[in-house]
């Protein structure tokens, strides 16, 4: 999606490994007008896909759920990161590592929000190793869910999450794929894409 890429060329910061910054539009101060015109594009992207719910992870997922939802008039639920584990049954919990914290999070869904009659689109700001999308896929299969696909603002495409989840069967659409990026120059070469 070129308006993506030519905003992350102009404001995106290439921080020392392999973090890219984003946080004047994507996950602090968030450009709605470009979230709107990235949920136009999953929709058009996954129009063909029956989606009923949108699941991302908090924090930083929750802003683009929420505008992308609007392009599929559905409800988004957001996977919650838990200080104690619940043991009374009522939620489906995994855990995901952080890429930008470096630890690991116990997640978890209430099970009145997700069950097996729900086709979910998975969506997220950014795809690195894929642990989140990982987790996020555990919750849905707890639930016996579908996966209809995951939908990325913008992919590591140098990290193996991407190759990963496809390699599973999955549909992951990425409005933006970072093929390399350097710290030092601050260049980022984008994935060409149809
Ligand atoms: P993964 O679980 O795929 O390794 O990492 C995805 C999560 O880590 C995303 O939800 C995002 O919040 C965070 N993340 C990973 N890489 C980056 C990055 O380069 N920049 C920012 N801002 N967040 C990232």
Redesign the pocket.
């Known amino acids: 999606m070129k308006l993506l890429e030519e905003r992350i060329r102009r404001d995106g910061v290439v921080k020392p490994g ?6 004047s539009f994507l ?1 602090h101060q968030m450009d709605i007008e470009l979230f709107d015109a990235m949920g136009e594009e999953f929709a058009r992207l996954f129009a063909d896909r029956p989606v009923n719910k949108i699941l991302t ?1 908090e924090a ?2 929750i802003g683009i759920a929420c505008i992308v939802a609007q392009h599929f008039h559905v409800p988004v639920v957001f996977a919650k990161k838990s200080q104690s584990i619940n043991l009374d049954g009522e939620m489906y919990t995994t855990q ?5 914290h470096q630890r690991v999070y116990d997640v978890i869904v209430s099970k009145k929000f997700l069950g097996p009659l729900d086709h979910i689109l998975i969506i ?10 990982d987790g996020l896929i555990d919750l849905i299969h707890s639930a016996g869910a579908t996966v209809e696909g995951v939908g990325i603002a913008v992919e ?1 495409g140098f ?1 193996e ?1 991407g190759r990963r989840i496809r390699a599973r069967g999955i549909r992951v659409e990425s409005l933006a794929i970072i093929e390399s990026m350097n710290a030092e120059t601050g260049e980022i070469v984008f994935r060409e894409q149809a």
């Open positions: 392999d973090v890219l910054k984003v946080d996950n992870v930083s997922g995901i590592r952080s890429y930008t997220d700001d950014f795809l690195a190793n894929g642990c989140a999308v590591k990290q999450g």
